[in-house]
């Protein structure tokens, strides 16, 4: 799924990791290790970060986890309840009562739907008073079960329980700006992630190919700032100077920075290899997970399938510009190694393929607990998870039509092996 941020000075009170996090040089000379799961990876120690790299997944042929075909709730209509209409659903979330709660962008509302379907109730409108929204862009739950909303426009995170109570508003400082939510963290602290580099807003005195850092701030429950947890590497973009003015251009293959949070940690992935790193809530490098050999060459086949996909969302008239553009631009030597990450309730953590927006990645790679792959579980076409539980995922899926439905379908676990 697409991404959808400056800083000023003073933001950076706590940089708590190295330059070789912006550089996305993780490599570190380290003894050997032991080789566990089997033998499909390895784990070591270097200067007390552990290092947890995957040769093969851990399932056997034939095992593992897979997604059934029959699904156990489907909510939506193309025509007939509005309730059930759903346009730009930009969260979802299940209970542990079954309740399943939906962030609705098209209608700026949040619906709760029983384990059967029915709809419950709604909090929200447009609006820019307590209980209202103008740019509904996030929903999750924390480990307490109290469930967030965050308005991209108003910075402002809207607490609810289950009972459709608004528990809670916070509006957020003014630094730094355009902010995408990244969930809640212990000690009632929110993380957020820029949507743009600090250089990336400014005046266009460095063209070209650009990758400036980002960062992943903190906020407490009053809204003020806390501190920041880390920089790492933003969109890639190549800016060029028309007049004065700064105007950016994503390259082919652009890779960005992705965050998620799992049993209390925040991982993060520049993208670049098939590497995440493992946070604790206070920005401590804890764990480096890898894949190896995961990474896939981005030649002149991969480049004009690239170019095929954004021509589909533009008009027919300005395909000559855009193919000339894409074909002048910087090309990388290897596909981005991975798309969004997301973390389930067991604690582990699911990787999924890289896909040019805005198709949907039907490959998710899993890794357990302790950093070790698993192996890749499949999903229906055009179904994005937003939640996964024990033996369910929750998530929306288009038909051919484009109409969303939010789907839960279970998770089947054949010979589980859980890392």
Not at 319 to 342: Q, W
Not at 348 to 360: A, F, I, K, Q
Request: charged share 20%.
């Amino acid at each position: 799924m697409a991404d959808r941020g400056g800083m000023c000075c003073g933001v950076l009170t706590s940089i708590r990791l190295l330059t070789g996090i912006l550089a996305g040089s993780w490599m570190v000379a380290c003894g050997s290790g032991d080789a566990v799961g089997g033998g499909s990876y390895q784990v070591r120690d270097s200067a007390g970060v552990e290092i947890v790299e995957s040769v093969r997944p851990a399932w056997e042929e034939g095992g593992g986890w897979r997604v059934g075909s029959d699904a156990l709730l489907r909510i939506g209509v193309v025509e007939g309840d509005p309730t059930r209409q759903f346009t730009e659903v930009s969260g979802a979330v299940r209970l542990v009562d079954g309740t399943v709660v939906v962030a609705d962008g098209g209608s700026q509302e949040v619906r709760f739907f029983g384990a059967d379907g029915e709809h419950l109730g709604t909090v929200g409108r447009p609006g820019e008073g307590p209980g209202e929204f103008t740019g509904l862009s996030g929903l999750g739950i924390d480990a307490s079960g109290q469930i967030w909303a965050y308005d991209f426009s108003l910075r402002r995170i809207t607490w609810m329980n289950r009972a459709r109570e608004i528990t809670g508003l916070v509006s957020l400082g003014l630094e730094p700006a355009m902010l995408n939510p990244v969930g809640a963290l212990p000690g009632d602290i929110f993380l957020l992630k820029q949507l743009w580099g600090a250089e990336q807003v400014s005046a266009a005195s460095k063209t070209g190919f650009r990758r400036d850092p980002i960062a992943f701030v903190r906020f407490d429950a009053t809204g003020t700032l806390v501190d920041t947890l880390g920089l790492f590497p933003g969109r890639e973009l190549v800016l060029v100077d028309e007049g004065g003015r700064g105007v950016m251009s994503t390259p082919p293959f652009a890779r960005n920075s992705v965050g998620t949070i799992r049993s209390g940690r925040v991982v993060v992935g520049s993208q670049e290899r098939f590497e995440l790193q493992e946070l604790a809530p206070d920005g401590t490098l804890l764990r480096v997970v890898r894949r190896l050999g995961a990474e896939e060459a981005a030649g002149p086949e991969e480049l004009e399938a690239y170019i095929q996909g954004r021509l589909k969302t533009a008009p027919p008239e300005r395909h000559p510009s855009i193919r000339r553009s894409l074909e002048e631009m910087p090309t990388p030597e290897t596909l981005p190694a991975y798309g969004a990450i997301l973390g389930d309730e067991a604690g582990g953590l699911w990787v999924g393929e890289w896909t040019l927006y805005p198709d949907y990645p039907s490959r998710w790679s899993v890794f357990g607990e302790t950093g070790g792959w698993l192996g890749e579980v499949r999903v229906p076409q055009r179904f994005y998870p937003h939640h996964i539980g024990p033996d369910w995922i929750l998530g929306v899926e288009q038909d051919e039509l484009d109409v969303e439905y939010v789907v839960v379908y279970p998770l089947i676990k054949d010979g589980d092996v859980g890392m």
